[in-house]
């Protein structure tokens, strides 16, 4: 399905090699990868990376991270993410996924221009630190002129649902000049609601399932959440 005359594109965020796989076998475009989502997701292992670029053949767009907790960087923790995205780049990654700002919530420019600076010539999301920013009409011209290709974003709110009105302001504002992807709460009850109120033409979605703890795990066992590929499939026959 198309809304606007662009085709629908849908990005699975995956936490594991698993996840991955399924989100592929699930028909998805693209996927984000990343590690600890239920904690909003970190920079994931150079082994996870490698190999999930290894397995699949849909374009991998990495989370660049280094903490869970805000997104104002120290000059280390800057210097480590600089230093991941050279990594990507090297494993040919297609992309990365990435966001700082400054002590006001507003994007830290400097800081963002060194990061982008590394990725060459892989593409650029600038992820929910946009949902921070208290003037999301200026933080949306800084991350254009940053040259990024897209913004995930859930317009502000918990979800992308609630925040459809300030998604459908951000893509008008965006005229074309870059891609606003709704993300948080996206599954395939909404999918095309969400187009429609809109306009945006890719949108973000996690697409899991609880999976049970395993008793044999003992003290360490915990509920894990994976992708599932019949969701995905769902998810795209939306589309």
């Known amino acids: 399905m198309t809304f606007n005359s662009m085709p629908l594109t849908l990005e699975i965020c995956a936490a594991s090699l698993p996840s991955a796989l399924a989100a592929q076998a699930g028909g998805a475009h693209r996927i984000e990868l990343c590690q600890n989502l239920?904690?909003?997701?970190?920079?994931?292992?150079?082994?996870?990376?490698?190999?999930?670029?290894?397995?699949?053949?849909?374009p991998v767009f990495v989370l660049v991270r280094p903490r869970p907790c805000g997104?104002?960087?120290?000059?280390d923790e800057l210097a480590i993410m600089r230093t991941d995205i050279e990594a990507c780049r090297q494993l040919g990654a297609a992309g990365v996924v990435l966001g700082a700002l400054d002590t006001a919530g507003r994007v830290a420019i400097p800081a963002c221009r060194g990061l982008i600076e590394?990725?060459?010539?892989?593409?650029?999301?600038?992820?929910?630190?946009?949902?921070?920013?208290?003037?999301?009409a200026q933080a949306l011209e800084d991350v254009i002129a940053l040259g990024c290709q897209r913004?995930?974003?859930?317009?502000?709110?918990?979800?992308?649902e609630a925040g459809q009105d300030r998604l459908a302001a951000l893509v008008q504002q965006a005229g074309g000049r870059i891609s606003i992807m709704p993300g948080a709460g996206v599954s395939a009850a909404n999918l095309q609601t969400?187009?429609?109120?809109?306009?945006?033409?890719?949108?973000?979605?996690?697409?899991?399932?609880?999976?049970?703890?395993?008793?044999?795990?003992?003290?360490?066992?915990?509920?894990?959440?994976?992708?599932?590929?019949?969701?995905?499939?769902?998810?795209?026959?939306?589309?």
Request: glycine residues 8%; hydrophobic residues 40%.
């Open 194 to 239: 969400l187009a429609r109120q809109t306009g945006a033409h890719e949108f973000h979605s996690s697409a899991k399932r609880r999976v049970p703890a395993n008793p044999a795990d003992g003290l360490f066992q915990t509920e894990q959440f994976e992708t599932d590929a019949a969701l995905v499939a769902e998810l795209v026959s939306r589309l």
């Open 71 to 75: 997104f104002v960087y120290s000059a």
């Open 118 to 136: 590394r990725a060459g010539a892989m593409q650029i999301t600038f992820h929910r630190a946009f949902d921070v920013c208290p003037n999301q």
């Open 151 to 160: 913004v995930l974003t859930s317009g502000g709110q918990a979800t992308a």
């Open 38 to 58: 239920e904690q909003g997701g970190i920079t994931p292992s150079y082994g996870l990376i490698r190999e999930t670029l290894a397995q699949l053949s849909i």
